[in-house]
């Protein structure tokens, strides 16, 4: 069974400083897809960034970059000029074949003015 | 597009008792997936649909949990016989499935809390 692991339950970045949030997974399948998903308090979970395992190129989404290390099994979220509407819960997520998501634990990002 | 809504956004329950909950989805979608999601934690998946058919179930969803999407359109999750560790978030998603990758769309979720 594929499993997600966040081994920073919480964070803090101040205002338009760099914060790169970790996460690792275990599975078996060569394709597949990370994610990673943004979930300000008390309103809904909405998509960040993805990335397919088949490409080379690690995703970038305006401030949202990833870093995506395929043989460690690796996919961080660096967020640049951070902002105080980025504070949020963040989830790292894996899906196989585009199909269910799994999870990881979350971390709470809080960004300080 | 109105997004996926849910209802009701709380709920409170006496152990025991049986509870329903809805989810639309946005309205082109053909698939909808249910997760739980408890304190702290990340969202766990539950069941997912294709259209009206059930495609897979977690073992997370025991047999007082049911699911249904009659028609294809919204759908409903059933908990029958509530206990204390049903309490939790209950998030329904909707992705539009083509080739690939489909991406999910949450709704804002209903909070369970059984007393």
């Known amino acids: 069974a594929q499993t997600v692991t966040q081994s920073q339950p919480e964070m803090s970045v101040q205002e338009a400083e760099t914060v790169t949030l970790s996460c690792t997974y275990d599975t078996s399948e060569n394709n597949y897809y990370l994610f990673w998903y943004k979930q300000p308090p008390s309103r809904q979970m909405i998509l960040v960034i993805r990335q397919e395992a088949y490409k080379q190129q690690n995703a970038t989404e305006n401030r949202f970059s990833v870093n995506f290390q395929k043989a460690a099994k690796s996919f961080s979220l660096k967020i640049s000029d951070s902002q105080l509407g980025d504070t949020a819960m963040y989830f790292c997520?894996?899906?196989?074949?585009?199909?269910?998501?799994?999870f990881g634990a979350g971390t709470i990002l809080r960004v300080k003015s | 597009d109105t997004g996926v809504s849910q209802d009701p956004r709380h709920k409170i329950t006496k152990r025991g008792q049986n509870v329903t909950f809805r989810c639309d989805p946005i309205?082109?979608?053909?698939?909808l997936y249910w997760y739980r999601q408890t304190l702290g934690q990340g969202p766990e998946f539950l069941t997912y649909f294709q259209n009206e058919a059930q495609l897979e179930k977690s073992r997370l969803l025991s047999d007082r949990f049911s699911a249904e999407r009659p028609k294809g359109s919204f759908s409903t999750l059933e908990i029958q016989r509530t206990e204390q560790g049903d309490s939790a978030m209950y998030l329904c998603?909707?992705?539009?499935?083509?080739?690939?990758?489909?991406?999910?769309?949450f709704g804002p979720g209903t909070r369970l809390t059984v007393t």
């Open positions: 997520a894996f899906s196989e074949y585009g199909n269910k998501l799994v």
């Open positions: 309205s082109e979608h053909n698939r």
């Open positions: 998603a909707s992705s539009l499935v083509l080739q690939g990758f489909n991406e999910q769309y």
